[in-house]
């Protein structure tokens, strides 16, 4: 298996991967939903850009030129540690490349990209309906963060 950057290319194959993500979610929560659509999602990735001007920057999992899964990510400060943070937005294994440590190469190249920045640690969130998905993060060594709430402000469409 080989990690290596998303490219612009990669939008069409990221926003069907996206959407299998969300089939995913709908799935989990045990009943029907309105899921994102493909065409939606590679209009949204595009438009927010590639590389390190734009607002998508992420790793593709690939295995004999099947796509596995990917993780999107960007940075940001930490204030307390006065240093670099690298926030993790999506992280998506495939479901026949699940349990086959396409997760953890994604987490782990992510993690040397962060160290090679200089960044202090990695943040995410994760779905409290995803057992699977915390048991896999405390697996890693990561921590619940119990003392803050996530917040969100829309502040467009």
């Known amino acids: ?38 065409a939606t999602a ?8 590639f590389g390190s001007r734009g607002f998508v920057t992420g790793l593709i999992a690939e295995d004999s030129g099947d796509a596995c899964g990917y993780l999107l990510y960007h940075f940001g400060f930490n204030a307390n540690v006065r240093r670099g943070t690298l926030v993790i937005s999506d992280l998506f294994v495939r479901n026949k490349w699940r349990r086959h440590k396409v997760g953890h190469a994604l987490m782990e ?26 048991a896999f993060y405390l697996a890693l060594g990561a921590k619940s963060v119990d003392d803050e709430i996530v917040m969100g402000l829309k502040i467009g469409k």
């Open 109 to 134: 190249r992510a993690r040397q990209i962060a160290l090679k920045r200089g960044c202090a640690q990695m943040d995410w969130t994760v779905w409290n309906m995803n057992p699977p998905a915390i």
């Open 1 to 38: 298996m080989k990690v290596r950057a998303i490219r612009r290319g990669d939008a069409d194959l990221i926003a069907t991967m996206m959407e299998e993500f969300d089939r995913h979610f709908a799935s989990m929560e045990g009943r029907r939903r309105r899921t994102l659509k493909r």
């Open 42 to 49: 590679r209009a949204d990735l595009e438009r927010a850009g």
